[in-house]
T-cell receptor
Framework: KQEVTQIPAALSVPEGENLVLNCSFT??????LQWFRQDPGKGLTSLLL?????REQTSGRLNASLDKSSGRSTLYIAASQPGDSATYLC?????????????FGKGTLLTVNP | EAQVTQNPRYLITVTGKKLTVTCSQN?????MSWYRQDPGLGLRQIYY???????DKGDVPEGYKVSRKEKRNFPLILESPSPNQTSLYFC??????????FGSGTQLSVL
């Protein structure tokens, strides 16, 4: 069974700081990995998608990397802003014997202080 | 506008009264799935569908049913809801290995 762990569970930083969120998974036979953002009471918005054959993806101030062999991904946020405050979720598709199952981590609650 | 639409947004019901939460997408996606989100447990997959008439269990399928008779719709059915099914439910869809699109969620309370 695929298991996904996110560290830290919560993070509070001052505005302007660069930060890294971590995601690890137990079965490296994945199809892809996605990072999502969730605002309180809202649905999830996909930020970055990394296919199993890729090493990283970038979008604006966000950069996600994938090391499939070690079962790790990181989300790097540059020059953080108060508007980045949200819960960030990592989700892995595949592993555990199925290419169609999605397994989510429990998320990192990020607070960026002005 | 590309979107996944869930209804209702909020639902309060009583134990044992059958209910259906609807999910519809307008992007012609093959893959659709249902999740529940609970404090401390995160998001867990209930069921998923790879295409019309093809469905499979996720990690927490007990007490739920689904059907996929049309490509755009993927309803979640609770035949006999119980209080432990009180949760925030999300539907999502995607095309092959692309980004997952989520609905806005359905907050269900079973009394």
């Amino acid at each position: 069974k695929q298991e996904v762990t996110q560290i830290p569970a919560a993070l509070s930083v001052p505005e302007g700081e660069n930060l890294v969120l971590n995601c690890s998974f137990t079965d490296s036979a994945i199809y892809n990995l996605q990072w999502f953002r969730q605002d309180p009471g809202k649905g999830l918005t996909s930020l970055l998608l990394i296919q199993s054959s890729q090493r990283e993806q970038t979008s604006g101030r966000l950069n996600a990397s994938l090391d499939k062999s070690s079962g790790r991904s990181t989300l790097y946020i540059a020059a953080s802003q108060p508007g980045d405050s949200a819960t960030y979720l990592c989700a892995v598709r595949g592993g555990g014997g199925s290419n169609y199952k999605l397994t989510f981590g429990k998320g990192t609650l990020l607070t960026v202080n002005p | 506008e590309a979107q996944v639409t869930q209804n209702p947004r909020y639902l309060i019901t009583v134990t044992g009264k059958k209910l259906t939460v609807t999910c519809s997408q307008n992007m012609n996606h093959e893959y659709m799935s249902w999740y529940r989100q609970d404090p401390g447990l995160g998001l867990r997959q209930i069921y998923y569908s790879m295409n019309v008439e093809v469905t499979d269990k996720g990690d927490v399928p007990e007490g739920y049913k689904v059907s996929r008779k049309e490509k755009r719709n993927f309803p979640l059915i609770l035949e006999s809801p119980s209080p432990n099914q009180t949760s925030l439910y999300f539907c999502a869809s995607t095309h092959r290995g692309e980004k997952l699109f989520f609905g806005s969620g359905t907050q269900l309370s079973v009394l």
